[in-house]
């Protein structure tokens, strides 16, 4: 077939498709009668803008003020929205015969395509890996200008979700059968909103999606594996980012410019920890108090819970080297005291 009527037909077999479409409107999650529902059956060119608009009438808005300026982020922002529908357009399972669904609440939007994920993908690396279930529909949307061909629109969603401070879009709900995409409308944090506002367009604008979801992690405690890990660096060096501990102890935290934006000054205090110096003071104070009988390991341990084991240690030798603690007793059964100590009482301690 010549390239020309090859093109043809996959741009007539898109645009005349007639499988319905159906999009519901429900005012809550657990109801189950929608409050409004709309097919659609013509070619899906034709009504992509209709059923964004349709979305978007009921698509509440959440207000971020910051001094005199205010901004508006949409429950439901629109490249995420046309993203996951084009995704399931363009990646459903096509030998069945089941409709694409679109259902709307207040809090959440879903999109349900019928069969499950193409070979080799899955909830979890599907924003590493491309593998096109129909890649002439693919190519097709790429030429209307529609999609990207490097296959980013997974990307696109997660970095949206994570820049309007919500929660990341869950597939959780997909099988073999269906592929399942949820996206929440709320907006989980207004200090981290704040805080992307200072970083400001034009330096997120060089961030990957791997500097996006590293740093989500950070903000929300979560473990990161290595290919999110390696992005970290950069993000200290940016200032987006601080370490706490050395070593295999470094942790990362928001810098302090998010918990200023946040009003989280106590909470930036908590996670950040006390200085060296700080904690020193107060393990010399706690062995002076209990000065009559010594202070064990394990006592100082509890003066400090937030600190490793090796990190108090550390500390303690510290303070011996400076001639303000000295050790009585053997390594385990070590207690100490205040004062540099006499010959004789200095040993054990570690």
């Known amino acids: 077939m010549p390239r020309s009527s090859y093109w043809a037909h996959v741009r ?132 209307c200008g529609l999609v990207e061909r490097s296959g980013q629109g997974a990307n696109r969603m997660f970095e949206t979700c994570i820049q309007d401070s919500k929660a990341l879009p869950d597939f959780s709900g997909s099988d073999d059968y269906q592929v399942s995409l949820v996206l929440s409308g709320e907006v989980l944090d207004e200090g981290f909103l704040a805080f992307l506002e200072h970083v400001g367009a034009k330096r997120m604008a060089t961030f990957t999606t791997e500097d996006f979801l590293a740093l989500d992690a950070v903000h929300r405690e979560r473990d990161l594996d290595e290919r999110l890990a390696v992005r970290l660096p950069r993000l200290r060096e940016l200032g987006v980012v601080e370490t706490k501990g050395r ?73 011996k080297s400076e001639g303000r603690v000295h050790a009585v007793g053997s390594t385990r059964a070590a207690r100490w005291f205040p004062g540099p100590g006499s010959e004789v009482e200095r040993v054990g301690g570690d």
């Not at 069969?115 to 599907?126: K, M, R």
């Not at 295999?248 to 302090?256: D, H, I, M, N, P």
């Open 12 to 143: 007539r077999w898109v645009g005349s498709w007639r499988k319905p479409r159906p999009c519901t409107y429900r005012s809550a999650e657990a109801n189950v009668r929608y409050a409004q529902r709309r097919e659609f059956r013509a070619g899906f060119l034709g009504y992509l803008d209709e059923l964004w608009q349709l979305i978007n009438q009921r698509n509440d808005v959440h207000f971020l003020r910051e001094g005199l300026f205010r901004r508006e982020i949409p429950a439901f922002n629109e490249e995420a929205v046309r993203e996951g529908l084009l995704n399931a357009l363009a990646h459903r399972d096509y030998r069945l015969g089941g409709s694409i669904f679109v259902r709307q609440s207040p809090r959440q939007l879903e999109v349900v395509s019928p069969g499950g994920f193409p070979v080799g993908i899955t909830a979890e690396n599907l924003i590493w890996r491309q593998a096109p279930r129909n890649r002439r529909i693919a190519e097709a949307l790429a030429r």
């Open 247 to 319: 070593g295999r102890g470094t942790r990362y935290l928001l810098s302090e410019r998010f918990y200023q934006h946040a009003g989280q000054k106590a909470a930036y205090t908590r996670r950040r920890g006390l200085d060296k110096e700080t904690n020193k003071e107060l393990l010399l104070k706690h062995i002076k108090r209990n000065q009559e009988d010594g202070s064990p390991l394990g006592e100082l341990l509890d003066v400090l819970p937030a600190l490793p084991k090796k990190r108090v240690q550390y500390l303690m030798q510290e303070l």
